[in-house]
Structure formats: C-alpha cells, structure tokens
C-alpha cells in the first residue's frame, strides 16, 4: 500500500520564478493537504482540497494556489517566489473533509529560493 | 490568538522516561495529535487524543491531557536511541484547522 508521495524532493528556483510541487495522497484517501515548514518551525496550513475543490485555505497570499485532480493528486503553485518561500513543503492526505480526520504526511519538497 | 507551545529541547538518558509537554489556547479543541519528524522527513503521526479523554496509551507512549489547564504531554517509556526526533504536538481548531506547535527536539543521552 503505498504511503503519501511527493515530488519533486529538492527544488531550487530564484526570486520571482514560479514553481509547482505535485503530491500523489495514500491509497483510498481523497482529501489532500498542504503545508509550509520553515526552518525551525512547526508545519503551517496553506489550504485542503476535496473533489477537486479547495475547501479551506490558511494565511497564505494568493500567489499559492493548488489544484486537484480527479485521481486525488494534487499540486501546489507559487508565483513570484520570495526569499521567505524558501521551506519544506508537506502534502498531508485524509479520508474525507475534516481537519479531525488522521492526516497522513509525504516526505516533503524542500523548496530553496535564491 | 490560537498557539500551541513546547519547549524546543530536551534530553534524556537511554532506558529512561521522556516527558514532552505542550500547551494549547482553544477551548474548543476536538482532536490533539502528536507527530514525530526525523531529519529529512515528514512527519508520522504517533498517536492523538480526543478532547473528552484525560488520557491513552499505546505500548510505550502515554498521553495525558488535562482539559482545564489546556495541557497535552506524551512520556515515551524506555527511550532507544531511535527516539531521537523532533516531535510536534498539534490541535483541531474551532475552524477544523491543524494548529502545529514548534515541536521538541529530544535528544537521547548514552
């Protein structure tokens, strides 16, 4: 049964390119989460997305925006990359909508902008 | 504001008990989890506690919470040297959002 994919692992870009990290979730999950781990820092939510909708969003700019497909996978787009994007970026997966539901994490994009 | 703090370091000699504390603000926190994150990793989930429970164990880790104090601990019994990892703990927020703490890096001691 394979676990939360991501990719690409690494990933350096400078400022102001944009970037697209994909995640495929667990096998029967259909809810992706993304999150944002800076150095040193505990995982921040950026935003879930069901049916191929995004359904809750956290205190991101929206120059990060994401995008599901039918098959549950789903991708994170950043645009005009700053300094500050540079972190481990997780994609978490989960059975159905709610933040209570066991999320399961990949192992992470770790994102270096230059 | 919504936070969830830990302190960021601990150390303990191998074969005894770890202690990782970890204080929440919302009241009205349904789920509280603990994640475990090696280096280089993402995170896996330990275990988690429901809000209507003081406490569960799960072979060699115990979480306790106290609901009046908005206080979660997880006491890993035994601690080996593959212990070693920074562990986060996190709450389920009124808007059904992850709240993550700054986790705990455990450092294990010969």
């Known amino acids: 049964d394979a676990g939360v994919t991501q990719s690409p692992t690494h990933l350096i870009k400078t400022r102001g390119q944009q970037v697209t990290l994909r995640c495929s979730p667990k096998?029967?999950?259909?809810?992706v989460s993304w999150y944002q781990q800076a150095l040193g820092q505990g995982p921040q939510f950026i935003f879930q997305?069901?049916?191929?909708?995004?359904?809750q969003r956290g205190n991101f700019p929206d120059r990060f925006s994401g995008h599901q497909f039918p098959n549950y996978s789903s991708e994170l787009n950043v645009n005009a990359l700053l300094l500050g994007d540079s972190a481990l970026y997780l994609c978490?997966?989960?059975?159905?909508?709610?933040?209570?539901?066991?999320?399961?994490f990949g192992p992470g994009t770790r994102l270096t902008v230059l | 504001g919504e936070d969830v703090e830990q302190s960021l370091f601990l150390s303990v000699r191998e074969g005894d008990s770890s202690v990782i504390n970890c204080t929440y603000t919302?009241?009205?926190?349904?789920?509280l989890y603990w994640y475990k994150q090696e280096p280089g990793a993402g995170l896996q989930l330990l275990t988690y506690?429901?809000?209507?429970?003081d406490m569960k164990q799960d072979q060699r880790l115990t979480v306790l919470l106290n609901k009046k104090d908005k206080h979660l601990s997880l006491r890993i019994a035994d601690t080996q040297t593959g212990d070693s990892a920074i562990y986060f703990c996190?709450?389920?927020?009124?808007?059904?959002?992850?709240?993550f703490g700054k986790g705990t890096r455990l450092h294990i001691l010969p």
């Open positions: 978490a997966s989960s059975l159905r909508t709610g933040m209570t539901d066991t999320q399961y």
């Open positions: 096998s029967g999950h259909d809810t």
């Open positions: 997305y069901y049916e191929e909708e995004e359904r």
């Open positions: 919302d009241s009205s926190s349904t789920y």
């Open positions: 506690i429901f809000s209507n429970m």
């Open positions: 996190a709450e389920v927020n009124r808007d059904d959002k992850i709240i």
